[in-house]
Structures are given as structure tokens and as C-alpha cells.
């Protein structure tokens, strides 16, 4: 595979999309695993495509498509990991020759300021946003001390002192002292102090178990403890709140003296649960952060972020290799059926049910709709095993593609006037013709939406193709079978026979790539013309 995906991964992964009031997508913290592996395999080149790759990643700009965010931290974490890996940097051991120094309170001073330097709205509606913050950069920093296996108390007090200095800042603000409205120094809350200090232990084990390969006793005796720990410290706010809003009279003080909240705690669960726990752990994960995005937003503290489960898998994935990398072993990605199964429904169900996503019941329809989706295989094939059948993986990933096309087809058929309108507002922006009904930036936006959706709807119709004979071969056991009114001991065709059978159908695999193709063409045009128009807006 070519290495210059990674320059559409970083600009999709930076860019921040708005569903709905309850709907959005975010996920630049997974830019750092990206380029974590970038710089792991391809060395300097791949220094230089995440350079190039995350380079709106500093720039905030918003515009009636969505928007990139001013995370500049996220690219200076990322272009260091990737030049670290790159170079095979040695981390010096500094177990007896590091000291607090003058510089180590300066990077806690400097480097928790969050600083907005400008803001303006251009004519076009498009914001402009220019802000500075590296809190992200200090985590960074820590972890790279505990790899180094600094002393913990040199370390940790100065974090203490400085953390207790940004919540007596925080707390002065306004009462005693009056800070500039566009300085603030992120450092202000015990959440931040144990993000911190985990992110410091997390050094430390990474040093014992990747580079010295130690076992994993070396991790703490019960590694769901630290687990559920960094979970709570991620997710824990919504419970938090409920305790400020009673503190009616000391609101502001329990609210500043959070010990949960911190959103960088979830890609250090991640990275452990990967590690201990491979793609089970991952998974587990992925259903606890859902569950609990879909709370904030059914119970108004937050909308839902779909990129959290983007960050999950990132940090899980990474977490995964470097357990890889000590054993020598190579485990195999899981499939991509029930990912595509999940999208799918996530995409259709809304069309076929018109739901609406700014509404909290729909949200919670939706959520147990996609639940049942993925629960569907499970339950079929616990059937079909007490009924004495079998299908081969190929089968099951068949007809789990075929599920997923299903659903495509019947959320598009009903909007096809609707899509073709939308296609044909793009065509007209483009100048390949005339808007085959309304022509409205609107209608724009919603034709990029039908060339995603397109793009699905054909990398669903490539995965059936490509399973095609194996689900014919299962569909006629299973017709059999029910026509032997369930004779014991039948089985649905061996995996050697069905691959038999496909071996006859050369051409299913051709065609399946052909249209790959073009789905890839319809993904390049929609992010072309995306940045087109953005470009238009801002210019």
C-alpha cells in the first residue's frame, strides 16, 4: 500500500465535522498513533508526510462545512513522535542525574498557557481562529521522563506546585485579579495534575515492558484497576457536575477542584487496554466510551462525539504493536464486517426511520437500533449452531456485507429525488452541468454527503462480490436443510468447498476491484471539492 494515504488520513483525522446539536466528529488526538507508526516504518519520509498531512492542524478555521481546529499541540506531539522513531533516538537514563531545574519550572509556566491571539469572522461566515496552547506537548514531555526513568518526586512536586498555582490563579481570576480574557493556563485542576502523573507511570511501564521486555507482572498486579481509574478520570465529569450543581453557594470551588474530566486520560486507557488485553480489550473499550457519549447526550451534558471511538481504536491499535513488537508476534486485524455493519447502520437508519438526530429520543432509537445490528450475527450464529449448521468466516463476513448493503439501498431509495437534486447542485458547481432541481450551498453540502454515501454503497456492493460465492453455496445449505425439515447432523458446506466454488468465478474479484476504484474515485472528489469550497468561503 502506498505510504501517501497517510496525507488524506491526517486532513480527514483534523478536520471537525457538526452532525447535529447531539452529533458531532472529532478525533485529532488520533493523529499522534498515525504518526507514531509514519515515522516507526517509513523514517524521515514519513516525518515529512505527517509535517505536510497534519498541516491545518494548527490553523483554526471554521466554516459552514466544519472546521479545523487550533490544535498546534496535537502537531508538535505528532512531529515529535514521528522524528523519534525515525532517528531511533536513545532516551538518556536519567535515574540518577536528574535534578529540578530552572528550565523544568519554566516548560510547567510556559507551556500550560493557552493563549487566544486573534479571532475574526470574515464576511462569508467563515471564523478565523489563531490560539497557542501546548498543554497536550507537557503531557508529552512527562511521559518521555518517565521513559527515562526521572525520580518521581522531582518530577511530580514541581507538577503539584504548579497545578495548585493554576487552580489559585483560576479561582483569583476575577475577584482579586484581572487576567487578560485571552490568557488562560490550563493547568488548573487535580484531573490535570493526575492526567499528568499518569501519563508519567505510563513512561515508565512503556520503558519496562517495551525496551527492557520485561513480563507483564511488571504491571500492576490487577490491570483493570488502572483501567477503570483512567476511565473514571476520562468520563467521571457528568457525575461531578451533578455534585456542582447541588454546591449552589461554592459551585465555582467544586468545580474547579475536579478530579475528573480530563480528556487526555482515554488514550492512555486505550494504549493499556491494547496492550494487556489486545483487539477483546479494544472492543470492551469502544462499547464503554459509546455508552457513554450516547449518556452525555441523552442526559444534555454534551453532544455525542462519534471520534472518540476513532481515538480508541488508535491508541488501542498502538498499544497492540508494541505488545507485538516485544513478543514477535504479528496479531491479524479483525474484520472489517462489523465496522462496516456499524457504519451502515449508523448511515441508513436514520434515512429509513427518519429520525432526527437533534432529538434525545432519536439519538437513544438509534443507538439501540445499531446495538441490535451488531448483535444480529452473534444471535444467528448461536441459532445455527444449536440447529447443528456451520458457516465458514467467509460466509458470515458475506452475508454481514449484505446486511449492511440492504440497509444502504433502503435509506437511499426513498431521498433518490432528494440525492439526485444534491449530485446535480455539485455537477453545477463544477461545471459539468445544470442543477437537476435546487441549487443552494445547502444542497452542496448535502451532494458531498451523497458521494459519501455512494462511496458506501460501493464498498458494500465490492465486499458482497467479492464473498458472493460462498454466501450462494451457504444460502443453498440453508435451503436444504430447511427443506429436510432440520435433519441431524447436517452442515452447511465446508470452508475447502466454498473456496472451490469461488475459485470457478474469476471474475468476481476483477469486477469487486473495478468498483473499488471507483468508490475511491467518488472519496477524491468529494474531498477535493470540500476543500474547494472552503477554500471559496474563506477567499
Known amino acids: 500500500m502506498s505510504p501517501y494515504w497517510l496525507l488524506p488520513a491526517f486532513l480527514l483525522l483534523s478536520f471537525e465535522l457538526r452532525l447535529a446539536d447531539t452529533l458531532s466528529f472529532h478525533a485529532a488526538l488520533a493523529c499522534s498513533p498515525l504518526a507514531a507508526m ?27 462545512l466544519g472546521g479545523f481546529p487550533a490544535r498546534l499541540d496535537i502537531y508538535l506531539v505528532s512531529l515529535a513522535l514521528a522524528a523519534l522513531l525515525a532517528t531511533r533516538w536513545p532516551v538518556p537514563d536519567l535515574a540518577r542525574t ?40 507537557l503531557f508529552f514531555l512527562l ?35 484581572e487576567l487578560p480574557s485571552r490568557l488562560h ?96 480489550g479494544i472492543a470492551g473499550l469502544m462499547l464503554i466510551a459509546a455508552a457513554v457519549e450516547a449518556a452525555g447526550a441523552m442526559l444534555a451534558w454534551a453532544s455525542a462525539n462519534l471520534g472518540t471511538l476513532v481515538v480508541v481504536i488508535a491508541f488501542g491499535a498502538l498499544g497492540n504493536g508494541l505488545r507485538d513488537r516485544r513478543d514477535g508476534t504479528r496479531t491479524a486485524w479483525p474484520s472489517g464486517s462489523r465496522a462496516g455493519l456499524f457504519l451502515a447502520g449508523m ?75 444534491a449530485l446535480g447542485a455539485v455537477l453545477a458547481v463544477i461545471g459539468f452541468g445544470e442543477a437537476w ?4 450551498d445547502e444542497a452542496v453540502i448535502i451532494g458531498l454527503g451523497v458521494l459519501a454515501y455512494l462511496a458506501m454503497l460501493l464498498t458494500a456492493v465490492g ?13 443453498r445449505e440453508l435451503t436444504r436443510w430447511w427443506k429436510t425439515h432440520r435433519q441431524q447432523g447436517h452442515q452447511v458446506a465446508t470452508a475447502d468447498a466454498m473456496e472451490s466454488d469461488s475459485a470457478t468465478a474469476t471474475w468476481l474479484p476483477r469486477l469487486a476491484r473495478g468498483i473499488g476504484w471507483i468508490r475511491n474515485a467518488l472519496i477524491l472528489a468529494a474531498v477535493v471539492m470540500a476543500l474547494l469550497l472552503m477554500m471559496d468561503e474563506l477567499f
Open 463 to 475: 465486499a458482497v462480490l467479492r464473498r458472493l460465492p460462498a454466501v450462494l453455496a451457504s444460502a
Open 185 to 280: 493556563y490550563r493547568l488548573d485542576t487535580p484531573a490535570d495534575f493526575l492526567t499528568g502523573a499518569a501519563c508519567f507511570l505510563a513512561g515508565r511501564y512503556a520503558r519496562l515492558l517495551v525496551l527492557e521486555e520485561a513480563s507483564d507482572r511488571a504491571l500492576p498486579r490487577r490491570p483493570l484497576v488502572p483501567l477503570a481509574l483512567l476511565l473514571t478520570l476520562w468520563g467521571g465529569y457528568p457525575a461531578w457536575q451533578a455534585l456542582v450543581e447541588r454546591s449552589v453557594e461554592h459551585a465555582t470551588l467544586v468545580d474547579q477542584f475536579a478530579p475528573v474530566g480530563s480528556a487526555l486520560a482515554l488514550p492512555l486507557a486505550a494504549l493499556l487496554a491494547g496492550w494487556r488485553y489486545r483487539w477483546r
Open 437 to 440: 432541481g435546487w441549487r443552494s
Open 347 to 421: 448511515v441508513s437508519l436514520p434515512l429509513i426511520l427518519g429520525l432526527e438526530l437533534d432529538e434525545v429520543r432519536d439519538l437513544a432509537i438509534l443507538a439501540l437500533g445499531v446495538a441490535a445490528l451488531l448483535a444480529l450475527p452473534f444471535v444467528f450464529r448461536v441459532l445455527l449452531r444449536r440447529a447443528g449448521l456451520w458457516l465458514s468466516e467467509t460466509s458470515r463476513r458475506g452475508w454481514m456485507a449484505l446486511t449492511g448493503l440492504t440497509l444502504l439501498l433502503l435509506g437511499l431509495l426513498p431521498h433518490l429525488q432528494e440525492a439526485l437534486g
Open 38 to 64: 509514519a515515522g516507526d516504518r517509513l523514517g524521515w519520509r514519513g516525518v515529512g508526510l505527517v509535517a505536510v498531512g497534519g498541516l491545518l492542524l494548527p490553523v483554526g478555521l471554521y466554516t459552514p
Open 143 to 177: 511521559f518521555l521522563l518517565g521513559w527515562a526513568r526521572a525520580p518521581a518526586v522531582p518530577v511530580l512536586a514541581p507538577l503539584g506546585l504548579a497545578t495548585a498555582a493554576g487552580i489559585a490563579l483560576a479561582l483569583l481570576d476575577g475577584a482579586v485579579l
Open 98 to 137: 536528574f535534578r529540578p531545574s530552572a528550565g523544568l519550572f519554566t516548560v510547567l509556566a510556559l507551556l500550560p498557557l493557552h493563549v487566544v491571539v486573534a479571532r475574526e469572522g470574515l464576511d462569508s461566515g467563515v471564523m478565523v481562529v489563531v490560539s497557542v496552547g501546548l498543554l497536550p506537548l
